[in-house]
């Protein structure tokens, strides 16, 4: 657990302008069913809402973890925040540049620069014709840099021989590939690093060596991580910072001390009870109940309110707002309300 120097520390830092600024980001897919079913079956046009009036901060050199069921639109956020995706409303601003809206192709090729991305499952987003000297060297080299001794000298730092450079993707382990990912995300010298649930795909052996090394890069590097997991237990290790996404909408924010200790908004409690604990063996729980309503066609008022054991009439009429309690933002009616600290 993080001392209060620590926290201090992280507080002091969010104080300054923030390297990351996202606000009231929105982003809707038509999923609607192609023009001439429409017109022949007399059907509407289909609208899903991902992510929803989403707004946080995150300052630099430290860790923003966004967490929540498949479906909660974390990966979309990421992909956004990467510039794979456009917003719907809403901006992201990087280092005070909107990718979205700037003009200048100067400054979006110097925002560009300083973004990267790990990806999910390490051996699909390597190309497997190519070399690991290539892969690596690619960020470079696509923009004209010296990419010589680059891969060796990186994949060195990463834990591997500057020897694996001559190998293919399908000669490594699954934590080999994720290391050589990371290797290439630091390829191009990157300020910010979105890291959409890097570890998910490994053993939990190998999970550990890869967050290990994670954090000690973004020490090393001065980073900033988007850090994507469904994993509390990862989220409470590597984050100074931490959201809470339900059916695109941010619920909470907490360190994730306090998260875990004061979960303030119900879906975060639901989380935690049933996230696998080592002090709690044999412990009987009951199961999170129902699932994750329809993104198309979203129930009104509070989104949670239908799996909600606290719910009253007001959530299901009236969307919660994230507002400021005690040392964390929620967006619940009854936060504070029963008997939950607010410290």
């Known amino acids: ?17 923030p390297l990351v600024s996202v606000r009231s980001l929105s982003r809707v897919f038509d999923v609607s069913r192609p023009w001439l079913n ?7 046009r289909r609208y899903l809402t991902a ?14 973890a966004l967490v929540g069921e498949s479906g909660s639109g974390k990966s979309t956020i990421g992909k956004i925040l990467v510039g794979l995706l456009s917003p719907s409303e809403g901006s992201v601003e990087i280092n005070g540049i909107d990718l979205a809206r700037e003009t200048d192709p100067g400054k979006i090729d110097r925002v560009r620069s300083d973004i990267q991305m790990i990806f999910q499952d390490p051996y699909a987003s390597l190309n497997p014709r190519w070399t690991v000297r290539a892969i690596i060297a690619e960020p ?15 994949l060195e730092q990463v834990g591997l021989s500057a020897e694996d450079a001559e190998k293919y993707p399908h000669e490594f382990s699954g934590g080999q590939r994720q290391r050589i990912c990371i290797a290439r995300a630091l390829a191009s010298e990157p300020r910010f690093i979105v890291c959409d649930e890097p570890t998910s795909a490994l053993d939990v052996s190998v999970q550990a060596q890869v967050l290990n090394l994670m954090s000690d890069l973004k020490e090393e590097f001065g980073l900033t991580y988007l ?19 339900y059916l695109g909408r941010l619920v909470e ?8 200790e004061i979960p303030r908004h119900p879906y975060s409690r639901m989380l935690l009870e049933a996230a696998p604990r080592l002090d709690a063996f044999g412990r009987e729980i009951d199961p999170p109940k129902g699932e994750i309503p329809d993104p198309i066609s979203p129930p009104a008022g509070c989104a949670f309110h239908p799996r909600c ?8 009429q009236e969307r919660p707002l994230l507002r400021p309690l005690g040392r964390a933002r929620v967006a619940c009616h009854r936060a504070g309300e029963d008997g939950t600290p607010t410290a």
Do not use: K, W
Request: aromatic fraction near 4%; charge should be negative; charged fraction near 25%.
């Open 140 to 154: 470079v080299a696509a923009r004209g840099g010296d990419a010589s001794g680059l891969a060796e000298r990186l």
């Open 51 to 64: 992510v929803s009036d989403v707004s946080f901060d995150i300052p630099a050199r430290t860790t923003y």
């Open 227 to 245: 850090f994507i997991s469904h994993d509390l237990t990862v989220v409470r290790h590597m984050a100074d910072r931490v959201g809470v996404l």
């Open 309 to 316: 054991p606290i719910a009253v009439d007001r959530c299901r």
């Open 253 to 260: 924010e907490a360190a994730p001390d306090d998260l875990n």
């Open 1 to 17: 657990m993080r001392d209060n120097a620590s926290l201090s520390a992280n507080q002091t830092r969010a104080g300054a302008a």
């Open 38 to 44: 429409r017109v022949i079956e007399r059907l509407p």
